[in-house]
């Protein structure tokens, strides 16, 4: 299933995105634009948009479900509205994007 779709390969690409956080994700919002489109919404505060998919349900292997997360969440967001191409991936989840400037190049 994901080697057919771009935008659950992009999910998965994020670093500590497992295929099953991915796919609880595409489930909810089955292309990128609709994840951005809810992501640049001006009515949400950063931090709504941080928590957004948090509560999505995540397929466990031994049957029960559990929750994406806050961790998950915040770090799909963080690499996706990430303003800077040239910061780390864990500087970016560490909120360095948002909260420090950087020089224009």
Same mark, same amino acid.
């Given at each position: 299933?994901? *080697? @057919?779709? !771009?935008?659950? /390969?992009? %999910? ?14 595409? *489930? @909810?919002? !089955?292309?990128? /634009?609709? %994840? ?20 999505? /349900? ?48």
């Amino acid at each position: 299933m994901i *080697k @057919k779709s !771009p935008w659950l /390969k992009a %999910l998965v690409a994020i670093p500590k995105v497992q295929p099953r956080f991915a796919i609880a994700i595409w *489930k @909810k919002y !089955p292309t990128m /634009k609709s %994840l951005l489109h809810v992501y640049m919404d001006p009515s949400k505060s950063v931090h709504e948009k941080e928590f957004l998919p948090k509560d999505l /349900k995540v397929e466990n292997m031994l049957g029960d479900d559990r929750k994406l997360g806050e961790i998950c969440s915040r770090r799909v967001y963080r690499i996706l509205m990430a303003q800077c191409g040239s910061i780390k991936t864990d500087d970016i989840e560490g909120g360095a994007d948002f909260f420090s400037q950087h020089s224009a190049e």
